[in-house]
């Protein structure tokens, strides 16, 4: 890959983690304020549209061809190969209530998530960044990571519960050990690192910017990403598509996971 685009989504990364950090130690009671309306139709929280900013501010400074797709503007198109997709802030409502588990999140790749070759998730709080590059594996903080070999004895799971829980979260949430962190992007590389043994939104909400490059993370640690059909997770660049995900250190957990929820 260009190295010029790794260094590019780098810096994209990095510059929205000191923005935010800055605006947060600044004006943290104006972070959830609604300032406009996202190309998905949802609001736009002020946190979400400085950090969106930084990024389309950057891809135009530097004169490369990259195309966006983010949250709130939706796809710029500006005549390049590759497309970046971001989702500026994943967390967004733990970011504006001082909850310390939100991310950035960067993935490049051309048309959809299969075709991903670089991702980057920087935990903004703690200044943690998860790097992947397809074939060349995953690392934190520049050490290489990997899933869990076996699943736990006693297994550590992230579920996606309130009001998007489904029969399969609510069943696996009386089972083993669970948590529920709100920024689907770094609980994803919770299980990328060992930390989760699984995690599951059992539901058809997320979209490709909330997870494209947790997903390279994920499967470059040697884990696993499907649907809760049990297909291989893939989806388009857009903001129309929703995905249920399953993101374990073993296929076989996997399988278990679904079984349960097609009974």
Excluded: W
């Excluded at 060349?136 to 996606?160: R, W, Y």
């Amino acid at each position: 890959m260009d190295e010029e685009i790794k260094i590019l989504a780098k810096k994209i990364v990095d510059k929205i983690s000191v923005k935010v950090k800055r605006e947060s130690n600044r004006n943290f009671f104006k972070m959830g304020r609604t300032v406009d309306v996202g190309a998905d139709g949802t609001p736009t929280k002020y946190i979400d549209k400085i950090a969106e900013d930084v990024a389309i501010k950057i891809i135009k400074k530097s004169g490369l061809k990259i195309n966006l797709l983010s949250e709130e503007a939706g796809f710029l198109d500006f005549d390049g190969n590759y497309t970046f997709v971001l989702d500026p802030i994943d967390g967004t409502r733990n970011a504006y209530r001082g909850i310390p588990f939100y991310s950035v999140s960067l993935a490049v790749g051309s048309s959809k998530i299969s075709d991903i070759f670089y991702g980057i998730v920087k935990n903004i709080p703690t200044s943690d960044i998860f790097i992947a590059e397809k074939d060349h594996g995953a690392f934190l903080n520049g050490n290489q990571i990997q899933v869990c070999e076996m699943p736990q004895k006693d297994m550590v799971s992230s579920l996606t519960l309130g009001k998007n829980y489904d029969k399969t979260t609510l069943s696996l949430s009386k089972k083993n050990i669970v948590r529920s962190f709100g920024s689907a992007s770094l609980e994803m590389c919770m299980v990328a690192i060992g930390g989760l043994d699984f995690y599951v939104l059992g539901k058809e909400y997320l979209r490709v910017i909330d997870i494209a490059a947790s997903t390279l993370i994920v499967r470059e640690a040697g884990g696993f990403v499907k649907n809760i059909s049990g297909n291989e997770l893939d989806m388009n660049f857009n903001l129309e598509e929703r995905t249920s995900v399953v993101a374990a250190c073993s296929e076989d957990l996997i399988k278990n996971i679904i079984s349960n929820h097609k009974k």
